[in-house]
């Protein structure tokens, strides 16, 4: 798969630095920005826009050269199509385009530019620059149609171009008809025999109706079943197909099977090649529909003449097509144990010829029973599990131009509502909370509807936490006494003592502790008295949290005001997340490893370890343990793209830095947590590196101004010297109000 992820791996491989040895992509990144600072490297992100919004789903493949843009589509719309797909890819281009010191080259072609690469107004960041490659240049389509043997003067050749715009894909049709023509072969006055009616867009249309209309019945079906393929295809599992005829059970053609296994995972061909295919697939080359890479051996289309040629299937045409290629992925052996996500493919494309087979309740339940765990649990593949369920739904988007959820495709309602709350879950834990609430909320409804109170319980608690990210407490609070009094109802106690738990973590944020310990508490009993491991160490990691937030109040607050020894909370806290770590490894032992629970574990081992890091403990030590813990949470956090706890790790880390002197680097990643929450809405943790940040600053303002009192003198370094302190003063002050307006937003 050309991925961005997949692009991260084999280029640091192939500059000599083993990928894994960067577990986390983001230290894959900075990796690979280390190596564009040495001179002489160029990067080349050919066809970038497979890696934005609007080519994200996955009939991507079927788009043709640019996607359709909505009639009520809006300025901000048309952006957010801009979009990467991934945070990473945009992280990326914004820090080719403005980190300096960077000697190295990077060369991205796209049908769109990407939205990373601009500032607010559609303007391009300063250190990029954009060619529009809208056509061919004279003097390349005389060499381009020489170099393919066509005679013809300079005039005869140029007058041809300019009647198509020299547009290059309609040169290329436009040189495989001429090449081909019964009466004139090879010679450029056989364009002229062409109708150039019409404006620009129908002559380039034309010819490429010309080129396919052109062709044998045989080689249109060749080319259109060619176009099924999302991906360029290998020549076994073209000889395969050729092989079979339509009508063919696939348990009758088994060599078709093998050959197709082959394609998938390829080795060398022992099939005789098909002269006849060879023959056609030859004359698909003249003529420019198809393209081969020769070091592969696979066959791809341009998009334009995919999607052309995929219409000319016709829907009944298409969808057996499809069911065809999906009987024969089903036949495909998957490991019981996935190691990688490579190992799904063959899982993937099953999926999504089903799909296209017009088969959504199969692939929905392909999807539940042998996707979601991997994708979702295991890897944390959040963006991939977006990717194949927005294709349930009609359009390949939850979501209509007015922003109104749609239903996905499927008859169940109880797979409806299961699909919205799966595909919600997906946009909040991968950074998109605002687009998880809406969804939640209609699966609420179809499980109210249907009568299903468990799965209104479960949903509640869903939407509460998306709620809680994006600093609506109140709406997240009542969420959670409402899922608590129907799991109460229903006398559901598992998850009952979910609401109590999740409800305990949010009064902590509000600063209610005595209720939030209550919570907690109730949480933990009902827990163990269900003997449920895991629960308990995520509710031991949220006493942990309760510990760390009351200490923060009790260090703020005068000792005539709080009866509470802040070091009182700091052994609390260190002892509570000792607790879920030891749960999380018992956890592992009896049943499997959860990755997010030794994630959440570490990072409140190293918060924990910092707070006791206090003048007069042993606080070298202290430091030590907590840059370790938060280092194994950060690492665990990006293998998984966890953006929701990214934040928080990395305000952790630069609390610690702060604490050892390192501001510079606190800054840093202050600054990379804030960025993380604007792009995502996190207002909670927004409010909380902004304030970190005004404090930082406060502090460097201070130190300027005490060394510029000191010198006693304002001579030109003292000048400096305070003009620096008055640049830092205003920063600081910029920051609190930022801070303060963050803070009563939440």
Not at 434 to 457: H, M, W, Y
Not at 628 to 633: I, N
Request: hydrophobic residues 40%.
């Amino acid at each position: 798969e050309a991925t961005f992820a997949n692009f991260l791996r084999v280029t640091l491989a192939y500059l000599g630095i083993d990928p894994d040895s960067r577990p986390g992509p983001r230290q894959q990144i900075e990796a690979l920005l280390d190596c564009l600072r040495r001179p002489g490297l160029l990067l080349i992100l050919d066809g970038f826009e497979r890696e934005l919004r609007a080519y994200s789903g996955m009939g991507a493949a079927y788009q043709g050269d640019a996607p359709a843009a909505s009639a009520a589509e809006t300025a901000a719309d048309e952006r957010a199509r801009r979009a990467c797909i991934s945070p990473l890819a945009d992280d990326f281009l914004r820090a080719v385009a403005t980190l300096p010191g960077l000697r190295g080259k990077l060369l991205l072609t796209s049908r769109l530019r990407p939205g990373a690469l601009e500032v607010h107004g559609g303007m391009l960041l300063q250190g990029g620059r954009e060619i529009a490659l809208a056509e061919m240049q004279p003097a390349d389509a005389l060499a381009f149609f020489g170099a393919l043997g066509i005679r013809g003067n300079r005039a005869e050749i140029a007058a041809a171009g300019a009647r198509y715009g020299y547009h290059p894909l309609s040169l290329r049709l436009l040189a495989g008809l001429v090449l081909t023509d019964l009466h004139q072969p090879g010679d450029i006055a056989a364009a002229a025999r062409l109708d150039v009616s019409g404006d620009l867009i129908q002559r380039q249309h034309h010819v490429l109706e010309q080129s396919y209309a052109g062709l044998p019945p045989v080689r249109q079906q060749l080319l259109s079943r060619i176009a099924c393929f999302r991906s360029p295809v290998a020549y076994d599992a073209l000889v395969a197909l050729a092989k079979t005829e339509p009508a063919q059970s696939p348990q009758k053609n088994p060599a078709f099977l093998s050959s197709f296994l082959r394609w998938m995972f390829p080795a060398p061909a022992t099939e005789t090649p098909s002269a006849d295919l060879d023959t056609d697939l030859r004359d698909l080359q003249a003529r420019g529909l198809l393209q081969r890479d020769e070091r592969t051996n696979r066959f791809d289309l341009h998009p334009i003449v995919r999607r052309y040629a995929y219409d000319r299937l016709g829907d009944e045409t298409r969808r057996a097509a499809h069911g065809q290629l999906r009987d024969y992925f089903a036949a495909v052996e998957v490991p019981e144990r996935i190691q990688n996500l490579e190992e799904l493919t063959p899982l993937i494309e099953l999926y999504h010829h089903t799909v296209r087979a017009g088969q959504y309740d199969a692939a929905c339940t392909l999807f539940r029973d042998r996707i979601s765990q991997a994708t979702y649990y295991q890897f944390g593949a959040y963006q991939l599990c977006i990717e194949l369920l927005r294709a349930l739904f009609p359009d390949g988007e939850p979501f209509t131009p007015a922003g109104q959820v749609r239903l996905p495709r499927l008859a169940d309602e109880d797979d409806q509502g299961w699909t919205l709350n799966t595909l919600a879950n997906s946009f909040s834990l991968s950074g998109q909370p605002c687009r998880a609430i809406p969804l939640f909320e209609q699966s609420n409804t179809i499980d109210e509807q249907r009568g299903d109170k468990q799965g209104v319980a479960i949903g509640l608690g869903n939407l509460a936490n998306s709620h809680r990210d994006l600093g609506a407490l109140r709406a997240a609070e009542a969420a959670l006494r409402h899922n608590i009094t129907l799991c109460q109802k229903i006398e559901e106690v598992s998850q009952e003592a979910i609401g109590h738990q999740e409800l305990g973590r949010l009064l902590a944020y509000r600063g209610a502790w005595a209720q939030a310990e209550m919570e907690l508490m109730t949480a933990l009993e009902m827990f163990e008295q269900e003997e449920c491991v895991q629960m308990q160490g995520l509710t031991w990691a949220s006493c942990a949290l309760l510990a760390l937030l009351r200490m923060r109040e009790a260090v703020l607050q005068s000792p005539l005001t709080t009866p509470t020894d802040p070091t009182d909370h700091a052994a609390t806290a260190l002892a509570a997340a000792r607790r879920a770590l030891e749960l999380a490894d018992e956890d592992a032992r009896t049943i499997s490893p959860v990755e997010r629970d030794y994630m959440r574990a570490h990072w409140l081992l190293g918060a924990a370890h910092r707070v006791n890091g206090a003048p007069g403990s042993d606080r070298e030590q202290h430091f030590a343990d907590a840059e370790q813990h938060l280092t194994e949470a950060l690492t665990r956090c990006r293998s998984i793209n966890a953006v929701d706890t990214e934040v928080t790790i990395l305000l952790e880390l630069a609390r610690l830095r702060a604490a050892t002197g390192k501001r510079t680097a606190a800054l840093g990643l202050a600054q990379e947590a804030l960025t993380i929450t604007e792009r995502c809405g996190y207002v909670l943790q927004g409010a909380d590196g902004h304030l970190l940040l005004a404090g930082l600053l406060d502090h460097e303002s201070r130190e300027r101004e005490h060394e510029s009192r000191e010198m006693g003198t304002l001579d030109h370094e003292g000048r400096e010297r305070e003009r620096e302190s008055r640049e830092r003063e205003r920063e600081r002050r910029e920051r609190r109000e930022q801070a303060l307006a963050h803070a009563r937003a939440a």
